[in-house]
Structure formats: structure tokens, C-alpha cells
């Protein structure tokens, strides 16, 4: 049989396989989880240069406060995508958990976190309900306030969301009026996101974790295969070597599609031949295939 398909056995084997179906489902719902991070991260910067003195200082100038609406209309943007890719979040968890444990004991400890985490958590209550407010019922008025307090080496600004204008909506359920009412007359958007967000993270550390666990032989089976794969073409790679040397410049080219990033960095920077050689001798000794001539045949390419 050739090598060629021997390969495309394996990789049929792998796309057929139940293993790779189910770490595909779980690499899949990871990007709802990536999407919810980088909108906290690019909503926590935006508020974060708002917040800076120096920065504030110039916005709040009297010809720049079409500056500072316009930053505010930026910040209430990202503040939307943030609330609304948090709901996805916690959507698409219920569906992906729904999938692959619904008719099955592999997740028993699922629901209880749910209901500790979220169904009875006030601040996890009110950002649900804030979604509704702003997609359903109006976009929330952000104002920037000064505060100076006295013996602190420089003033404090923060970006702030009115209690008043909040109540008007009437579908808060009973743990987010819970939450409102701890806020006082109004709250600083910047801590009650970073606040969210750890809640959040707290909860997705474990899930993740959990499936990892729970899926450890899928994760064995799926690299099994995958290193069948690959040990199969770098078998081919020594083979085609050994039978027709190549230039160094077209041998790394070549081998560099069987190593990580980190490790061909490593190798990029030394300039010198016999430093090269010895960093590529040294990833062969940690593979599966051993072949004394090829590595004698890579050794003489670089004298």
C-alpha cells in the first residue's frame, strides 16, 4: 500500500471517528468563549483609556465634549456586544451541554453548578436582564464623573450608569432588583464588568476542565490517530531525504511543517551552521523514528 493511502485512511479514519466528533464539538463551542473574552477585553481597554487621567482630562475639555460623546457612544457599543455575547455564551453552553450529556450520566455535576452559579447569583441575574434592557427596551445613558478624593495623589474618573434611568425598565426579576439596589444612585461600569467577567471565567475554568476529564480517551484516541499521521509523514520526509538530499534552505522548509512555532524560532535564531545542526539533531532525538543515515545525511549538509 502506498504511503498516500495510507494517509488517507488515517485521515478518514480520524473524520469518522466518535472521538474526533466529540472534541470537534468541543473546540467548536470554545469560540462562543473566545468571542465573550475579547469583547471584555476590548470593552476593559476602551474604559481603561477613558479612565486615565491624562486622557480624561482632555475629553471632559470644553471643546472636546463632542470627543467624549462620541468615545461614550464607543464605550455603550462594545457594552452591547460584551452583554450580548455573554447571553450567547451561557445559550450556547446550555445547547453543547444539552448535545453531548442529555442522554447520558457523563456530566452529573452540571446542573448544580448552574443553578449555585448563575440561576440564584445577582450580578449573573442583573447582566442577563441588562441585556433585555438595552436590545429590548433602550441603550443606557453613560455619563464620565470626576471624583477627587482628599490625600490621593491625582483624581479619579469613572464611566457611570444611573440607578433612575435603570428602574424605569420593568423587567428586572427579583435578584437583579437585588443587585440594583446594592448599587446605590448609580455604579461604575468598569467594576461591575471586571467583577462579571471573573464570575464568568470562574465557571468556564471549571466547565472546560471537567470536559477535559470527562473526554480524556476521545483526546487519547483523536492523538493516536493524529500521531499515526504524523509519524507516517515524517517517515516519508527521512525516506525522500535519504533518497535525494536537498539544500538547507528547502530541508528546513520541508521540516518545518512537522514542528511547533516556538521550537522553529528557536532554530531560526541561531545563525551559525553548527549550532543550527545540533538544535535539529536534538528535536530528532525525541522522535518515535530513529534513523542513524538520515541524521549522518543532515549532519554533512551543514559542513
Given at each position: 500500500m502506498s504511503i498516500g493511502k495510507i494517509i488517507v485512511d488515517l485521515m478518514d479514519e480520524l473524520r469518522d471517528s466518535n472521538e474526533q466528533k466529540t472534541v470537534q464539538k468541543i473546540r467548536h463551542f470554545s469560540i462562543s468563549l473566545e468571542i465573550f473574552v475579547s469583547n471584555f477585553s476590548e470593552l476593559k481597554h476602551h474604559l481603561e483609556i477613558h479612565n486615565n487621567p491624562q486622557v480624561s482630562l482632555n475629553l471632559m475639555s470644553q471643546k472636546n465634549r463632542e470627543l467624549l460623546h462620541q468615545y461614550q457612544k464607543e464605550i455603550t457599543r462594545l457594552l452591547h456586544n460584551y452583554i450580548a455575547s455573554t447571553l450567547s455564551l451561557i445559550d450556547h453552553t446550555r445547547i453543547h451541554y444539552r448535545e453531548l450529556y442529555g442522554q447520558n450520566d457523563l456530566f452529573p455535576d452540571y446542573q448544580e453548578k448552574i443553578d449555585t452559579?448563575?440561576?440564584?447569583?445577582?450580578?449573573?441575574?442583573?447582566?442577563?436582564?441588562?441585556?433585555?434592557?438595552?436590545?429590548?427596551?433602550?441603550?443606557p445613558s453613560l455619563s464620565s464623573r470626576l471624583h477627587f478624593q482628599q490625600g490621593a495623589p491625582d483624581f479619579e474618573i469613572s464611566v457611570r450608569i444611573s440607578v433612575e434611568s435603570l428602574n424605569k425598565f420593568s423587567g428586572w426579576n427579583s435578584k437583579s432588583k437585588e443587585f440594583i439596589k446594592s448599587l446605590g444612585e448609580d455604579f461604575d461600569l468598569l467594576e461591575v464588568i471586571i467583577a462579571h467577567e471573573s464570575h464568568i471565567k470562574e465557571f468556564y475554568e471549571w466547565f472546560m476542565s471537567r470536559q477535559h476529564i470527562i473526554h480524556k480517551s476521545d483526546y487519547e484516541k483523536v492523538n493516536e490517530i493524529r500521531n499515526k499521521i504524523r509519524n507516517t509523514e515524517f517517515g516519508e520526509f527521512i525516506s525522500q531525504f535519504i533518497r535525494k538530499p536537498k539544500n538547507i534552505e528547502e530541508f528546513e522548509s520541508d521540516l518545518s511543517k512537522f514542528y511547533r512555532k516556538d521550537e522553529l524560532e528557536l532554530l531560526m535564531s541561531y545563525?551559525?551552521?553548527?549550532?543550527?545542526?545540533?538544535?535539529?539533531?536534538?528535536?530528532?532525538?525525541?522522535?518515535?523514528?530513529?534513523n542513524t543515515e538520515f541524521e549522518n545525511k543532515v549532519e554533512e549538509l551543514y559542513k
Open positions: 452559579h448563575f440561576k440564584v447569583h445577582p450580578l449573573s441575574n442583573f447582566i442577563k436582564d441588562f441585556r433585555q434592557y438595552i436590545q429590548h427596551f433602550s441603550m545563525k551559525n551552521k553548527a549550532e543550527r545542526v545540533q538544535h535539529i539533531l536534538r528535536l530528532l532525538k525525541n522522535e518515535e523514528i530513529k
